[in-house]
Every structure is written in C-alpha cells, then in structure tokens.
C-alpha cells in the first residue's frame, strides 16, 4: 500500500501508569486532508508526537513512505530525522524563533537539511554563498505564498495570532515536506483568519501537493476542511470517517456530551 | 517606621550607602587571621590623597567622592528630563538635535558607515606600538590584551552563540600552551617523532588536540542541561589542572617548563625569528585577532550561526525543522575549544614557559567576565568589552595604584558579574536580539532555553 | 591483573579505616548537599555559590576557637561547651552568608524573571568576589583550627581506630540532619517550603510567602553548610579557597542522590564519601578529587534523576 503517507499500527504510548495512547491504527493517503479530533486530554498532540519523534510508543508501529517509495519507521527516530524524511509539524501554542524576523524564522526551516559546513561559513566561499541565495529566494517564494511578505522584517514575538500560524506553516514547508502536521491551527485567531487559514491550507495541498494532517477544535473549520476524520477519545480511535458520517454517529455525538465538551458537541449535530 | 523603610528614595540611600561601605572596604588595606579587623578599621581610618588637594582619612574621601559622582547623575538625568520636556514642547531647535541624533544612529547602522569605523580602528590598532613606544606595555598589551580579546571570542562562539556556559574553558587553553611545549621538545615528554619541531608546526596540532579534547568532553556532556553542564566544565577544568600540576614526568609537574623557543619562520629564502622585542609579536596576534573577528562574524551571519540561534531560542522547534541539536552544540564547543587552543600556541611562543598556576579555573571566569561585559554574542560587543576590562586590568598591572593588589582581581571580577546580571544582563554593548531574547524571556514570551533538557521536552507536551 | 590483586590487597588491610574516615566526610558532604538539593527544589538552579557558605562557615568558627581556645587546654565539659558554640556560629553566620546571596545575587534577577543563565552567572560572580575578599581580609593562608579537645582514640573496630574527631562529626551530622528532616517533613516552614518546590505559584495563591519561604530555604541550606565548614576545617585549617573541592564533591552527592531530594542527598553524600575513601587503595593521593567527579558524570549519563529521583516536593 506504498499510497499510503503514513502507516499506524496498534500504537500504545504510556508514561508511567498513565496510557495516553491506546492501541490506535490510522493512515493516511498520500495528498489527503485528514483531521483528528476529539475532546480535551484525548491523546492528540501525543499521537502527533508520536508520529514526529518526539515520543516514543511502547508498542504498535509507524511507517512513513515518502513520494520514491521509499518507507522508514518512525519509532525511535530522532525529531530531527524525521523532518529530514520529509515530515514537518506546527505546534499547539505557536513556537516561533521570537527574538528572530520573520523572514530569519523561514530561513531556518530553508536551511536546516544541509550539512554543517562550518569552514565554509567561516570563508564565506562561493558555494556558501549560492547556498544562501538560494535559501533566501526559497523564503522569499514562501512569505509570497503564505501572505506574509509585508511583515518580512517584523519581529516574531510582535505578530498577529494569524500571522504567526502562517509563519508556522511556511516555516514547516520551507523543510520541504511531503505532510504538514498541524495542531490546532486555528487556535486564538479570529473569524476572518480562520476562513484565510482555511483556504491557505488547501492551497498547501493542492499546489504544493503536501498531504495535511489537522488537529483541530473548531468544528466549522475541519468539516469544511477535512476529507476524513478520526475521532480520538481516552487514547482510542472511537470513530472513523468523512464529515457527514461523522456529524451523525452517536458514538461521537456521546463522546463529546460525555466529556462535557458541549460546545464543540453541538456544533457537530 | 515600616512605611519609612519601605520607602523607595529610603531604600534607594540605603542601598548607595551600603554599596558606598563595600567599596571602602573592597580597595582598603588587607588584613589577616590574626589580625582579621585591620583590612576593615584600616579601610576607614587610613589616610589617603584627595586629587592631592588635601590628605584626610578615607571614608571621608569616599564621601566626597559619592557626593560628586551623585550630583552628576542627578545632572544629567534633570538634563535628561528637560530635554524630553522640550521634545514634547515641540522646541524647534531641539527636535532638530534629536532628528539629527536619530539619523545618525540610522546612519551608523549601514554598512559603509560600519566598514569606515573598523577601518579606522584598525588604522589605530596597526599604529599603536608607534604611539606608545614603552616595550613593557607594548608586552602588557599583547598578553593581557591581545591574547585575552581571542580567547573572549572563542568563549564567545559557546556561550554567546551557542548559550552553553562552558567554565572549563581554561583547560583547552592549558591544552594548547602544553601542547606547544611538548611538541617543541620543552617538557619531559619526548616531543612527536623525537624531532624538536618549529612552534608554527604546534598550532594544528594544538588546534586538532584541543578540538579533539572538546569532541570527547562535548558529546556525552552537551546533552545535559545547561547548569549541570557548567558544573562538568567546571570539573573538566579541575581535572585538567591537577593533571599538569602532579605529572611531573609528563607535563613537568608544577615548576612546568621554561625552555619553549622563539616563535621563529624558515621558508626557503624567507626567515624570521621573533625575539624579545614585543612588537613583532603585538603585530602577528593582532593578525589572529583580525582572521578570528573575520572568521567569528560570517559564522555568526551563516546558517550554522542562525542554527545556534534558533536552538538557544527554542530547541524544540529547531529540532522539528530538522536541526540536530547534539552536533550543532558539539561544533560550538569545539570551536571554542580549538580557538582557546590556538591562544595557548600564541601565549605559550610568547612568555616562552607554561606553567600551572596560569590554569587555574579562575582564569576562565576572567574569560567568561569579558564575554559578558561587553555583550554575549555580540562580536563588536566582546572585542570592546575584552578592550575595555583587559586594558584596565593591564593598566592595573603596568602601574598598581597602592591600594590594589593583583590577588585581589578576582574580586573584583566577581563583582562586576553580580552588578552586570543584576543591571545589564545582556552586557553593555549587546546585539539587537540578545536583547530582545533577554526582555522576551523576562516578559515570559519565550522559552528559557536553559531549562530544556534533551528527553525532558518528551513529556512536558500536553498528553 | 596483579595490579589489581595487590590493590585489593591494600583496601582489605585497611578496609574499616577507609570506610570510617569515607563516612565521616559522607557526612560533611551530605551537609552541603542539602544545601544545594533545597535551593534546587525551591528555584529549579544550581546554587553555585554554596562553596563560599561552606568557606565562611569554617573562619567564623575559626575565630570563635581562637578566642575561647586560645592556648588553654579545655577540660572536658569546656570542650563541649566550645564545640556546641562553634557549630553554632559557624552554622549561623553560613545561613547568614546564604541569606545575603539570596539578597544580593538571586531576588533581583528573581524579581525581573531573568533567564536562568543570569542567575548561574550571578551567583558565579558572587562566588568569586566572596572567597577573594574573605582571602583580602583575614589573609590567603591556611589556618589551622585550635580544636577545642584532644583528638584521642575513642575505641576501635575491626583494627581501625575512631578518633574523637569521627565522633564529633558523626554525632553533629546525624543530629543536624535528622532535624533537618523533622523540621522539613512536620513544621509549616517544611510545608511551604514543599509547597513552593511543587508549585510555586500555586503555593503563593495558597497564601505562602515565597520570598520569606525561598530566604528560609537558602538560610537552613546554609546553616547546614556553614557547619559543614567548621567540621572539615578541624583536620585542615581554613583558607580562603577552601570550598571548590568539597562543593563540588556535594553537589556530585546531590545529583548522585536525586537532586531536590533531602534524604537523597543524604544518601548520595555518604555512598561518595565511602566510594572516595575506598578508591585511595586504587588512585593516588593527587587525583583522589578525580573520582568524584567521575561519579558525577557517570550518574549524569546513565541516570540523571539519581539513586532516588528528583523533587523536593514528593521526598519527605
């Protein structure tokens, strides 16, 4: 099944006594735009941790196939290396460079696969130099894309919430991924915002062909978002499928008015 | 009485007045175990000159002196104030100064601006032996000015760059002077190959040895978080004395060695030998300082420095773009490594012995205070701060006024880091983001790098 | 393989001699330690400057000694009266130093919320200033205590003779650190002292002042180590640079045991004087200090959180 990006397997994550995921299988088509949710506590963000290096289950597997067939399984491998396989993520409460531009933080993402090259740094060669044209016209191509280009000098820490998830985004795709990993993208934004996020994040896909997978809690945004869902409660997939079926299973309608999540819980009737 | 003491014009006396008794007390005369009151009664009682106007006791001319030194900055912050007020007034004249002002300090910022200054200043710099022509201060300022300035901008590349707090710095440094010793047959250890090599053959292998040493040390250290890594330095550092100081049949235990040569060149048709006079010496580390300034700021400017950059602000984020931390913190500490070194090969060509008691740790906090003064990370910052403390410190030693004592440095030293950290944590001339990083971590809008331990973001993520 | 048969040799003569003398100085480590294991739990830093509580707490002892010693020979109930007096000062004017370092090197930073790098910086700075300026004033040469009793054999056991002096130590340091426990585990200063480690801004909107709780902590660190201080310095004299050493040895105490663990460092401190005394059969005499720190880093790569974890909070 070399379609599929990623490939989860019975994955168990626990930290001491506390299981955080239990025995969760999912997978992902490669240029899909899949979504997770779920309530509060559910095992998001460590199933994105997951998938990213960060943690590392105790069971179950993780394969990632990237666009040459080529498969590697992700647990037990470094953050790092699996940003260099092709897997780039943002993170819940946004963590940008602040104290950098926002052009200095896309450059990082730009860069960060290319050897260390410290003696070349240091005599500046020629090769040094093409290296940073590049990057910089990459960077540059990106803050077009995400809309940022006018806040090219800001200093990070002093950006609009919107503004710093897009710098996020276009941070993860200067990496140059095959999936972006986004957690609660529309977090702390306005109305306004979540529509030009939404319609930014398609735009990653369909011309940048990277698959997306979202975690999101505002509902409007992911069932006009996602083609699929999975539905994550105590750790445990509870219910998979595309937006309708999912607005009209009772297992999740349940779910949500159980964990007194109500809100969420009556936008998705 | 509470509300007297909590008021803050009391508590702002207060604190001056207990500053102003330290001071007295910091350069008086010394005491000792049997006499343990003398340093303190003598630092009030004794006698000493007012500007030679008159000769009275000396907390009187402390006084005097807060008085004067209190007066002045009232001056200048009532001048301060009137300035503003008149800015605000919308005084014609003085908006003019004040646009001229800002366009200057814009104008300071372009890089033509910039390249006239350190032309200048190099200008100065290749000009100084001809301006102050006394050979012993010609020699203070190469090895207590120089020699300092490359190892400030080694420390630099680690602590400024990087934001590792290595204080076993000196330990690299101590591995270049012996290094060279050994490699020109000076020590008990027979030199490489039996061969008693030119000191200039020492610098790579001093460099490669050092680095080698900063790999080893780095790669299992650099992995633990910030505070417990100082303290491994610091250890490192210890170990690294006490070997040099009680091997007497490898490193000449603590008499060390007095018999490294003349830095010397013989290159076909070409020779050189560098002798006692000073100068000559002033002119090749004033060459390294250039190539390491050179070298230190496009590293700065390069994506090995923005990756430094990045994993000081927030290693979790760095990680997730596929920056590997480890080996980005190893290279730091290697080049730190390597650059405190290369200083070793200069110093130990130069005072031609090497001997423990330079090695000690206190050495690197010297280092370290340098680093701090002038502005962590901040080229221009270290190389002026390095000048300024160095060269006073120089000063010092050239022509000690009688109240100071050379043991007493590190006291002094030690001072200054408390009042830096607690008035200007960022240094005094720091760059523009170390400063933002300062403010933004005091406001609680980033990270504080320091508390990050690799493994330890695993389970801080909410689950 | 004969090096090691005779070695082994050498600790099985003097096995019980080596293991009193690496309990006795256990113990002085154990008393640092805390000092920094406290200051740990309640701030999360590393109190770099611990080593000059050490160092003030021998001379003020020094100086109580030489004024009620002098040249006389005590008698028995003088030795004890003097020996209580001078832990005790040297106990008090350590929390007293450790109180000032609060004051001076850690609140302001404390107060801006300033990057733990200014804080290790700051207290390195007031590490520095103080051991040069305490060598400024009372001299940079050793002194040698008058210690106020004769140092006989007590008794013997397995041939290895307990002097009075093993006696002493021991019966301070269990008695300080047993104190330290109860006042830690019972009294409302251990609480929020516990409190502030778990959470210190929870502890504040539970009404515990944490200024006054974290200058309480530094100051029963400190006392610890003042008295620490004095107890080595009855072997060796006092000097101004006296501290690194054993402050380092502590702090690798501290972390062998689990830092911001009390009953830890108590642990870890008499597990590294033992190890130390017993390695002099396999290290000479110079690199004797080495072996401390190599147990620092061998514990902070195979296990960091130390023999029984972190936490101030969860410990006692």
Redesign the interface.
């Given at each position: 099944m070399s379609s599929l990006i990623f490939d989860v397997q019975d994955v168990t994550l626990r930290?001491g006594g506390?299981v955080?995921l239990n025995n969760v299988t999912l997978h992902q088509g490669r240029g899909e735009i899949l979504a997770i949710i779920g309530p509060n506590?559910a095992?998001k963000?460590?199933l994105f941790?997951s998938l990213?290096g960060?943690?590392a289950p105790q069971e179950g597997s993780i394969r990632f196939t990237n666009s040459q067939g080529k498969s590697m399984s992700v647990i037990g491998k470094?953050?790092?290396r699996v940003?260099?396989a092709g897997v780039?993520?943002t993170?819940?409460a946004s963590?940008?460079?602040?104290?950098?531009t926002t052009f200095?933080n896309i450059?990082?993402?730009a860069?960060?696969?290319?050897g260390?090259?410290?003696v070349g740094?240091?005599?500046?060669g020629p090769a040094?130099r093409r290296?940073?044209h590049r990057?910089d016209k990459r960077t540059r191509e990106l803050l077009e894309f995400v809309g940022l280009t006018a806040q090219a000098n800001t200093?990070a820490?002093s950006l609009s919430y919107g503004a710093r998830r897009r710098l996020e985004i276009a941070?993860?795709l200067?990496?140059q991924p095959e999936v972006l990993l986004l957690d609660e993208p529309a977090a702390g934004t306005n109305p306004a915002e979540k529509i030009e996020l939404a319609e930014l994040i398609r735009r990653v896909r369909d011309e940048m062909g990277v698959s997306i997978l979202l975690i999101e809690h505002d509902m409007k945004l992911v069932m006009s978002l996602a083609e699929r869902l999975y539905v994550l409660n105590f750790g445990s997939v509870i219910a998979e499928g595309t937006p309708d079926e999912i607005r009209s299973n009772p297992v999740v309608i349940e779910a949500y008015l159980g964990s007194a999540d109500t809100g969420v819980a009556e936008e998705t009737k | 009485m509470k509300t007297f003491f909590q008021n803050p014009r009391v508590q702002r006396s207060g604190r001056t007045a207990l500053i102003l008794l330290l001071i007295i007390v910091m350069t008086g005369p010394e005491g000792s175990g049997t006499q343990p009151t003398a340093g303190f009664t003598g630092s009030f009682g004794n006698h000493m000159s007012f500007f030679g106007l008159f000769y009275p006791q000396r907390w009187v001319v402390f006084l005097l002196l807060t008085l004067i030194v209190v007066g002045l900055t009232s001056l200048v912050k009532m001048a301060h104030r009137w300035w503003i007020e008149r800015q605000r007034a919308g005084n014609n004249a003085v908006a003019r100064v004040a646009k001229t002002l800002a366009a200057t300090k814009q104008r300071a910022r372009h890089r033509s601006t910039r390249l006239s200054l350190y032309a200048v200043a190099l200008a100065f710099a290749l000009y100084f032996p001809h301006l102050v022509t006394d050979q012993s201060w010609q020699t203070l300022v190469v090895q207590d000015v120089l020699v300092y300035l490359l190892l400030a901008l080694g420390l630099n590349v680690v602590t400024g760059f990087a934001g590792l707090l290595d204080l076993g710095y000196v330990a690299f440094y101590a591995i270049g002077a012996y290094t060279t010793a050994w490699v020109t047959g000076s020590l008990p250890t027979p030199p490489p190959f039996g061969v008693h090599w030119n000191t200039f053959v020492a610098i790579p292998v001093a460099i490669v040895f050092a680095m080698l040493c900063g790999v080893l040390l780095g790669i299992p250290t650099l992995r633990l978080r910030g505070d417990y890594l100082a303290i491994v330095t610091l250890g490192f550092g210890e170990i690294v004395y006490l070997f040099i100081n009680n091997s007497y049949g490898i490193t000449g235990g603590s008499t060390g060695t007095n018999q490294i040569p003349f830095l010397s060149f013989h290159l076909g048709p070409i020779k050189y030998l560098w002798g006692l006079i000073p100068e000559p010496y002033y002119y090749l580390t004033l060459a390294f300082v250039v190539i390491f300034l050179l070298a230190f700021s496009s590293l700065e400017h390069s994506r090995v420095g923005r990756s430094w950059v990045a994993i000081r602000e927030d290693e979790v984020a760095a990680e997730s773009l596929g920056i590997h931390p480890l080996k980005y913190k190893v290279m730091a500490f290697a080049i730190g490594a390597a650059s405190a070194g290369f200083a070793g090969v200069v110093t130990a060509s130069q005072t031609l012995f090497v001997t423990p008691p330079t090695f000690t740790i206190s050495f690197s906090i010297n280092i370290l205070v340098l680093v701090i003064f002038g502005g962590m990370g901040s080229i221009f910052g270290v190389v002026l701060g390095g000048l300024v403390v160095q060269g006073f410190v120089a000063y010092l030693t050239h022509s000690p006024p009688s109240i100071y004592n050379a043991a007493d440095l590190y006291m002094y030293l030690g001072a200054l880091l408390v009042v830096m950290m607690i008035y200007r944590p960022a240094g005094l001339f720091p760059s523009r983001r170390r400063r933002r990083e300062v403010s933004q971590v005091e406001a609680g809008t980033a990270p504080d790098t320091l508390q990050v331990e690799i493994g330890a973001h695993r389970v801080q993520e909410d689950v | 393989m004969s090096y090691f048969s005779s070695h082994f040799a050498t600790l099985g003569h003097e096995f019980w001699g080596l293991l009193v003398g690496g309990i006795a100085n256990g113990f002085i480590y154990a008393m640092v330690a805390i000092g920094y294991t406290m200051v740990y739990g309640v701030l999360r830093l590393i109190n770099f400057a611990h080593s000059e509580v050490f160092m003030t707490g021998a001379f003020a002892s020094f100086f109580l000694l030489k004024f009620l010693v002098g040249n006389s020979t005590p008698n028995a109930f003088e030795s004890v009266v003097y020996l209580i007096a001078a832990v005790v000062i040297g106990g008090v004017v350590g929390a007293l130093v450790a109180l000032l370092l609060e004051r001076v090197a850690y609140r302001p930073l404390r107060r801006r919320n300033a990057p733990k790098l200014a804080y290790l910086i700051s207290a390195i700075g007031a590490s520095y200033f103080l051991y040069n300026f305490v060598g400024k004033e009372f001299g940079r040469i050793n002194l040698s205590i008058d210690a106020p009793y004769t140092n006989n054999t007590v008794f013997t056991i397995f041939g290895a003779t307990v002097q009075t002096y093993y006696i002493v130590i021991f019966f301070v340091g269990v008695t300080m650190l047993v104190a330290l426990d109860r006042l830690v585990a019972t009294s409302k200063l251990g609480r929020g002292i516990r409190a502030v480690a778990q959470d210190a801004e929870t502890a504040s909107l539970m009404g515990v002042n944490i200024d006054r709780t974290i200058a309480l902590t530094f100051m029963l660190g400190g006392f610890l180590g003042g008295v620490a201080g004095f107890l080595y310095s009855i072997p060796v004299g006092a000097v101004y640079g006296m501290g690194f050493t054993p402050a380092l040895k502590a702090f690798s105490a501290a972390v062998l045991g689990g830092i911001g663990n009390l009953r830890g460092a108590v642990l870890g401190g008499l597990i590294l004087g033992v190890v130390e005394s017993l390695s002099v059969a396999f290290v000479s005499g110079a690199y004797i200090d080495v072996v401390a720190f190599g147990v620092l880093v061998l514990v902070l790569l195979v296990r960091p959180t130390g023999i029984l974890g972190e936490r101030l909070g969860r410990s006692a």
């Open positions: 930290f506390v955080s506590g095992g963000t460590s941790n990213t960060v943690y470094k953050p790092f940003s260099a780039a993520r993170f819940q963590r940008m460079f602040s104290a950098m200095e450059k990082i993402g860069e960060s696969h290319r260390l090259g410290v740094a240091m005599l500046k040094t290296d940073e990057s200093i820490a941070r993860g200067a990496t | - | -």
